[in-house]
Nanobody, 127 residues
Framework: FQLQASGGGWVQPGGSLRLSCAASGFSFERYAIGWFRQAPGKRREGVSCISSPGGRIFYANSVKGRFTVSRENAQDTVYLQMNSLKPEDTAVYYC?????????????????????WGQGTQVTVSS
């Protein structure tokens, strides 16, 4: 199994980035995929999660209205479009495979609900 996150980098406040999470080695369309982030000295935080098919989507309150998650099952890829970035969005961003296809409101952001993690991609927002 592999989850490859990419697209991170440095951006000024107010800028945008699009992260990608490319999957391989498993039946991608059977699983929801989540995005998490972890800043230095802080716990890993759930950012967003998208079911498969993508009819159920969750966002952390801190990113609602600014981030958009989507998926292309034909390409085994999930995207996280991040707009209006703030310095507090600075973190390593990870994608992870949910242990099922249909996350629910109470558990979508719990790392324990995800059974496979990719390596992270650094996002730095500063002026």
């Amino acid at each position: 199994f592999q989850l490859q996150a990419s697209g991170g980098g440095w951006v000024q406040p107010g800028g945008s980035l699009r992260l990608s999470c490319a999957a391989s080695g498993f039946s991608f369309e059977r699983y929801a995929i989540g995005w998490f982030r972890q800043a230095p000295g802080k716990r890993r935080e759930g950012v967003s999660c998208i079911s498969s098919p993508g009819g159920r989507i969750f966002y952390a309150n801190s990113v609602k209205g600014r981030f958009t998650v989507s998926r292309e099952n034909a390409q085994d890829t999930v995207y996280l479009q991040m707009n209006s970035l703030k310095p507090e969005d600075t973190a390593v961003y990870y994608c992870a495979r949910f242990s099922g296809s249909w996350p629910i409101a109470g558990t979508w952001a719990a790392p324990s609900q995800f059974d496979f993690w990719g390596q992270g991609t650094q996002v730095t927002v500063s002026s």
